[in-house]
């Protein structure tokens, strides 16, 4: 199963970003799918979850800023990110696991979006 992400970029500090990612290969089901995040020189962390059935989970850092969702159908999630802060800036990574079509778990991780948060 391999996973696409997309949208990242240079925001200032109080804008929007909305990030994407999609899976692709024999998929039999998604369970959970989720953002981290691995700034410069630090380890990566997570920023949101989400499972097949709704329930979020937010990092701190991140909640009351950002929005996790999924569509079930596209074998997506999104990240909708607001007040961007300069200390968001990382190397955003989409990650899921489930089962794939031989009904082998899988774990897989997207290739990163950079997102810079400057002026």
């Known amino acids: 199963v391999q996973l696409q992400a997309s949208g990242g970029g240079l925001v200032q500090p109080g804008g929007s970003l909305r990030l994407s990612c999609a899976a692709s290969?024999?998929?039999?089901?998604?369970?959970?799918m989720g953002w981290y995040r691995q700034a410069p020189g630090k380890q990566r962390e997570l920023v949101a979850a989400?499972?097949?059935?709704?329930?979020?989970n937010y990092a701190d850092s991140v909640k009351g800023r950002a929005t996790i969702s999924r569509d079930n159908a596209q074998n997506t999630v999104y990240l909708q990110m607001n007040s961007l802060k300069p200390e968001d800036t990382a190397i955003y990574y989409c990650?899921?696991?489930?089962?794939?079509?031989?009904?082998?778990?899988?774990?897989?991780w997207g290739q990163g979006t950079k997102v810079t948060v400057s002026s």
């Open positions: 990650n899921a696991d489930g089962y794939d079509g031989s009904l082998r778990n899988f774990g897989s």
């Open positions: 290969g024999s998929i039999f089901v998604i369970n959970s």
């Open positions: 989400i499972t097949s059935g709704g329930s979020t």
